[in-house]
């Protein structure tokens, strides 16, 4: 088909043709951004944290005593006794830390004792003996703790022979950042104190109990029993019995100790859910907002073709005369919103890219990928198809001998 004729028609309405480029390229730039921002959410709360969610349940308790720490640790292993002796309990661990708690510590990872700057940040999960299983990790080398490997925090502090961790256990990310393309079992690192810690295990995924320094995340198990204030009790049971567990667990601590409030007691998938509401919410907003574009820009193509057809009635039934079908006046009005929609394509991805650069100075986003901007593209030309398929079609049904009596 001529597009000379598309052309010329387009040259005497300006104005509405530069209207409807406009607005399909606003709507490319910002749709294909908030697709973007929608992907890196979704991918967000994607973020597995190696643990089995759907078996753990978590009780934070205030500290026992604060007197002296023999009876706090008296009073924690008289807890963990009285979880373990609970119907339905499979492991029961005290741990520091916990995914999705929202609070995170950290510490510096060195390779070697004179080492000025840190290799990396790990966050480190303490614990006692049944940690690993509680958490239901998955060891892909290595080994678990032995039993004469667990020290107490005390310890560590102490400054004698037993200020040292003596082992600890790493997941995979850690490992190929610390070590990359090599096996970092039976290697030492440095951290928390000047003596050497051999990496005994890596596990496949441990995650941050926060997750705001991206997907290279580096976690370790250390066989350290803390009995701080605001201790987790991390409780492993059948899925379908969570709940009960959990009730039955704040009672049995009440019992011990009428005085002690449970500060948290939740499931770990709750934590989860709550940990990424705001990532829900942000995503739910932007599907919004795209839809809206796309509703918007398919009504103003619409009501540009609708009023096109009408001020053209008289030309569309000149031309069904001279022997056009009613397919040609259909692929004429297509092919010029294909046009419209090209133009407006183009400058909506150098919006889209101007955008981008934007957002990443001012609120350190990603640079957007290429392949967003011909799906965006794409989906602007179907969309644009679509809109004009209707009026298109009100005009080539419109009888020849009807349209050339119109003015």
Known sequence: MDIRPILSTLRRHKTAAALIVIEIALACAIICNAIYLIDRRLDH?????????NEIVRIQMPSIDERDATDRKAGVERDLAALRAIPGVRHVAAATQIPYGNSSSTTGVRLHPDQVSDTLLASPYLGTEELLETFGLQLVAGRRFNADEFIDSSDLQSGGDAARTPAAIINRAMAERLFPGENAVGKQIYSMGTAAIPIVGIVD???????????????????????????????????AQRREVLEASVAALSRLDPDRVAVNSDLLSDLRDRYYREDRAMAGLLVVVCIALLVVTALGIVGLASFWVQQRTKQIGIRRALGATRSQILRYFQLENFLLATIGIVLGMLLAYGLNQLLMSRYELGRLPLGYLPAGALALWLLGQIAVYWPARRAASVPPAVATRSI
């Open 205 to 239: 995924t441990l995650a941050m109990p926060t997750d705001g320094t991206g997907p290279g995340d580096a976690t370790m198990l250390l066989p350290v029993r803390n009995y701080s204030n605001g201790i987790n009790y991390v409780i492993r049971t059948d899925p």
């Open 45 to 53: 709360m994607a973020r597995p944290s190696g643990t089995v969610e």
